[in-house]
């Protein structure tokens, strides 16, 4: 007994960590845009591998041990935002921000769509985290100011200039306005759904960033994380969340854990968004303005 896990135990350890890490790359790439690719890849070489093999097929056998590399290459290729917004996190050190201070900057967004939604103006605030967002958008004009209840108010006001597309926060400061953040390419969302909410959810399917909108049809607030919209929130609910993303834990997460949330992607909602019920009723048509 002794001598065969002598004998086998590299083996069954190298069984454990590739069964470990196939577990963690499907989970990882399950509900991305870049999954059906790759589905279809995979069944597509298994299928082509079996019928060489079992027909003895040495020349495709050649090919496919040949350009082994090139199908690497090609999965680097297909799942590229993916794969960036992984390693970004990976290497994104913490911001050095207290938790009072971060708290406040909570509470100016707060305030911000409180305001917006009881006068029905409608805002995209997106904010940054690990991965810069002006590599994604286009940055629009540059602000560099201090993030205030009054300046957001003035930049989303109807008759202002720069009214139209996102902002963008990062920590107490508004970077950029009127940017034009990427639309999902999601087909399964419902037609109610605007610009503004679309533009949410596609740059929050290829960043780390917190989308905050406020619809103008409506004055309805949601936010998207992740790829995943949620609309029709109250201020506290989006108070609560604000807190789970963007304060700092107070406690260290197991080493299980910070992978788990590393490779772990939000599954995608059996209802395309997920409503909260509210005394606003839902928007019937799309936003006028443009993100």
């Known amino acids: 007994m002794w001598s065969a896990i002598k004998e086998y135990w590299r083996s069954a350890l190298e069984v454990?960590?590739?069964?470990?890490?196939?577990?963690?790359?499907?989970?990882?790439?399950?509900g991305t845009r870049g999954w059906p690719v790759f589905f279809g890849f995979v069944v597509a070489l298994l299928t082509v591998a079996v019928v060489t093999t079992a027909l003895n097929l040495t020349v495709l056998l050649w090919i496919l041990k040949t350009f082994s590399a090139v199908f690497v290459i090609a999965v680097l290729v297909i799942f590229q935002p993916?794969?960036?917004?992984?390693?970004?996190?990976?290497?994104?050190?913490?911001?050095?921000?207290?938790?009072?201070e971060q708290r406040e900057n909570i509470e100016?967004?707060?305030?911000?769509?409180?305001?917006?939604?009881?006068?029905?103006?409608?805002?995209?605030?997106?904010?940054?985290?690990?991965?810069?967002?002006?590599?994604?958008?286009?940055?629009?004009?540059?602000?560099?100011?201090?993030?205030?209840?009054?300046?957001?108010?003035?930049?989303f006001f109807p008759n202002n200039a720069i009214h139209d597309g996102g902002v963008i926060i990062k920590g107490n400061r508004i970077t950029h306005a009127a940017c034009i953040f990427p639309l999902t390419q999601r087909q399964d969302l419902h037609a109610s759904l605007g610009?503004?909410?679309?533009?949410?959810?596609?740059?929050?399917?290829?960043?780390?960033?917190?989308?905050v909108v406020v619809s103008e049809e409506?004055?309805?607030?949601?936010?998207?994380?992740?790829?995943?919209?949620?609309?029709?929130?109250?201020?506290?609910?989006?108070?609560?969340?604000?807190?789970?993303?963007?304060?700092?834990?107070?406690?260290?997460?197991?080493?299980?854990?910070?992978?788990?949330?590393?490779?772990?992607?939000?599954?995608?909602?059996?209802?395309?968004?997920?409503?909260?019920?509210?005394?606003v009723s839902a928007p019937s048509t799309t936003d006028k303005t443009t993100s």
Not at 118 to 144: F, K, N, S, T, W
Not at 195 to 211: M, P, S
């Open 16 to 30: 454990l960590i590739l069964t470990v890490a196939i577990y963690y790359a499907l989970r990882f790439v399950r």
């Open 82 to 100: 993916e794969l960036r917004s992984m390693l970004a996190r990976l290497g994104n050190l913490p911001v050095f921000v207290t938790v009072d």
């Open 108 to 155: 100016v967004i707060i305030e911000t769509v409180e305001r917006l939604s009881d006068v029905r103006i409608g805002a995209l605030i997106a904010i940054e985290q690990g991965i810069q967002l002006a590599d994604v958008v286009e940055p629009g004009i540059v602000v560099d100011c201090e993030a205030t209840p009054e300046m957001l108010e003035t930049i």
């Open 195 to 211: 610009t503004r909410h679309r533009a949410a959810i596609g740059l929050t399917e290829e960043t780390d960033a917190v989308v």
């Open 218 to 279: 409506t004055g309805a607030i949601s936010y998207a994380y992740k790829g995943q919209l949620v609309r029709g929130v109250t201020v506290e609910e989006l108070r609560a969340f604000l807190s789970s993303v963007l304060v700092p834990r107070a406690r260290t997460r197991s080493w299980i854990e910070w992978f788990r949330a590393l490779t772990t992607r939000p599954a995608r909602p059996t209802q395309p968004v997920v409503t909260k019920s509210i005394s």
